[in-house]
């Protein structure tokens, strides 16, 4: 059963529904005429508010999700969302922004459902300008926090619903350098109830970019996780928090026809009564040729530590914070930067304008056996209690494929396979997977 509050947002989603029909100019015409004869414009309050959003809808479907032939969990199912945003800029020092989403999931089988959230609140901020010659900005209410590659911090934009978050971010900003330093929750998805944050789980951060030199952009930041509650355990049972710090740095450029990316993060602290030692690092290379086809080779190597002692009270499993992992381990969705090595081959063609084909190939393997496999939201898939299974976990061969009509028509379709290695043949079912999708994005 519906909420009240999801009631209040089904109404507001009608609301501006109807302000972003009846503030076209078709409509105003006739007196925007009589307006001009008088001087005034007694509705230009209109002009400093700006509607926006998107349509999107996905065909998916799945075979052998759970890498078991003999339990049939094939499935197929069409995603929609709507966005609906309303920015209001009465002077240069003050912005106000509110976005409504509504996500819905039809046609699939699986439970539970997790791709629904029915009309909800996904942005709400104020922005607040110190005056011209201070070039500080405060952010309060619901954001998105998105930084670098999307790796650590991001909004999912892959999900039904996104990743947002109740946060505080004040921005420092000169040039092409800035700094941000940010307190937030991430917001929880409730699919019947008023999407509320995280009451436990807390994110801070101090997070700054600049340009060293020409097409280059570099990066360095501190990421601190943190639980109120005393609830995760250590490795030898006892209870306590967690107190999650990154510190990590990024560059990311191109130099003629070569292009490079490299990220490395460490991360200390507590996780239970666990010291927490671990580290991820991501190098990415590439070469675009001279060619009317602009075709394009590269390779990546991402890395994840993993725990290689589950009793020796130390926590050397990567925490993978908020990320947005579905371009870049694999389109089944099936890893994370956890417990992983993946080798990454790349290539893209541009076969008419308009048009972007990429293909990959991925070799995965497991950091440390003594750990568990995890996926794409960093839980666990399996786990070799024995420790002695191969950590070879198999390839993946994918294939993606973009068309962009114009600035508000977009169509995406990609289709992978997942080769089961000789870790599943040695922890229990070793069969192969499957993910395709079609998909049509429409903004205005």
């Not at 509050?5 to 078709?26: E, H």
């Amino acid at each position: 059963m519906l909420s009240i509050k999801k009631i209040i947002l089904t109404a507001l989603l009608a609301v501006v529904a109807g302000c972003l029909a009846f503030s076209s100019p078709a409509m105003d015409s006739s007196s925007s005429a009589a307006d001009s004869t008088q001087g005034t414009q007694p509705f230009d309050w209109m002009e400093k508010i700006k509607f926006s959003g998107d349509i999107r809808a996905r065909v998916e479907g799945t075979n052998n999700l759970d890498l078991n032939s003999e339990q049939d969990d094939s499935d197929q199912r069409l995603l929609t969302r709507i966005r609906l945003m309303m920015e209001a800029e009465f002077c240069p020092e003050f912005k106000a922004v509110v976005r409504l989403r509504d996500a819905r999931e039809f046609f699939s089988e699986a439970s539970p459902n997790t791709n629904e959230d029915s009309v909800d609140l996904s942005l709400a901020y104020v922005d607040v300008k110190a005056p011209q010659e201070i070039p500080l900005t405060l952010r309060l209410g619901r954001q998105e926090l998105v930084y670098g590659d999307k790796r650590f911090v991001s909004n999912s934009e892959w999900s039904a619903g996104g990743k947002s978050f109740d946060a505080a971010k004040l921005t420092w900003k000169e040039g092409s350098s800035w700094v941000d330093l940010f307190w937030g929750s991430v917001v929880k998805t409730e699919r019947y109830s008023f999407d509320d944050s995280d009451k436990n789980t807390h994110l801070a951060g101090l997070y700054g970019s600049l340009q060293p030199w020409k097409n280059t952009v570099a990066d360095a930041y501190l990421l601190y996780k943190y639980t109120d509650e005393e609830n995760t355990k250590g490795e030898n049972g006892s209870l306590g928090g967690q107190d999650i710090y990154t510190l990590g740095s990024r560059v990311k450029g191109k130099q003629g026809s070569w292009d490079y990316n490299a990220e490395l993060a460490g991360q200390f602290g507590k996780y239970g009564s666990d010291d927490i030692r671990a580290w991820a690092l991501a190098l990415a290379g590439g070469y675009t040729f001279d060619s009317p086809l602009k075709p394009r080779i590269g390779m990546e190597l991402n890395h994840g530590s993993g725990d290689s002692d589950p009793k020796d009270g130390t926590h050397e499993s990567f925490d993978i914070l908020y990320p947005s992992n579905h371009y870049k381990y694999g389109y089944n969705d099936l890893f994370s930067l956890r417990n992983l090595t993946d080798l990454r081959l790349v290539s893209s063609c541009q076969p008419a304008k308009k048009w972007l084909v990429t293909g990959d190939c991925h070799f995965y393997w497991l950091d440390d056996v003594n750990d568990a496999w995890y996926d794409c939201r960093g839980k666990v898939i399996r786990k070799d209690s024995t420790g002695t299974a191969d950590s070879f976990l198999g390839e993946e061969i994918g294939l993606l494929v973009n068309y962009n009509l114009n600035p508000n028509w977009k169509f995406e379709s990609g289709y992978a396979h997942f080769f089961a290695g000789p870790y599943l043949e040695d922890t229990g079912s070793s069969d192969d997977t499957d993910f395709g999708w079609l998909q049509v994005v429409y903004s205005f």
